[in-house]
């Protein structure tokens, strides 16, 4: 069974705080995603990774970046958060090599004050 | 790029009808269309799919249709039950080789009352 782990539930910040978000999967997994989900306006793609170190920008990467260092480890950070960015942050991995299907963490509640 | 719109946003139904969840998509070389249902306070999680070669699919209660000259896809559910109720997300995708990027739809809420 494929597991999509979180670092946290839910997060309190500071406007202008550096933001750590970690997702890790235990599958092997190629492709690892983040995307923020938001009432109204479904799931958009920050950012995605089809290899270790390799990233590629989604459709929304403004005031986000991301590390992979390690094949199961996706790292989401926010350089200097802003209240605009409270939202619900969901990591997402898949197999590659045209298999298709994402598997979701539990995503992560983050709140900017 | 892609462009997914989904329709209706919220859908109310009794136990024992039918619901149906449209989307249509921009990009003619879109050629997967993923269906995620996310139930409340949990992750997403697929349900079903269809590639581009394929007009239906169907696995028990729910199928999927896709119109790939009008460049839409539906989902339906016979026979709901109250554990239908959820978000329901549509995506698309040009397969690549090595990765795909799903652009998903802004999601239908689905409630069935018993």
């Known amino acids: 069974d494929v597991k999509v782990t979180q670092s946290s539930r839910y997060l309190v910040k500071r406007t202008g705080e550096k933001v750590f978000l970690e997702c890790v999967q235990d599958?092997?997994?190629?492709?690892m995603f983040w995307y923020r989900q938001d009432p109204g306006l479904g799931l958009r793609l920050i950012y995605f990774?089809?290899?270790?170190?390799?990233?590629e920008k989604g459709d929304i990467p403004e005031g986000y970046s991301v590390s992979r260092e390690k094949k199961e480890r996706f790292s989401l950070i926010l350089e200097s958060a802003s209240t605009n960015q409270t939202s619900m942050y969901l990591c997402?991995?898949?197999?590659?090599?045209?298999?298709?299907?994402?598997?979701f963490g539990p995503g992560t509640r983050l709140l900017v004050l | 790029g892609e462009n997914v719109e989904q329709h209706p946003s919220t859908l109310s139904v009794q136990e024992g009808d039918s619901a149906v969840i449209k989307c249509t998509y921009s990009d003619s070389a879109s050629n997967y269309f993923p269906w995620y249902k996310q139930e409340l306070g949990k992750r997403p999680q697929l349900i079903i799919d269809i590639r581009s070669n394929v007009g239906e699919k169907k696995d028990q209660r729910i199928a999927v249709t896709l119109n790939k000259t009008a460049k839409h896809f539906s989902l339906h559910i016979t026979e709901t039950q109250p554990e239908d109720s959820a978000v329901y997300f549509c995506a698309a995708c040009r397969m690549n080789t090595g990765f795909q990027k799903l652009v998903f739809g802004t999601g239908t809420r689905l409630l069935v009352s018993p």
């Open positions: 990774s089809y290899d270790v170190k390799m990233k």
């Open positions: 599958m092997d997994h190629e492709n």
């Open positions: 997402a991995s898949s197999l590659g090599a045209m298999r298709e299907t994402q598997y």
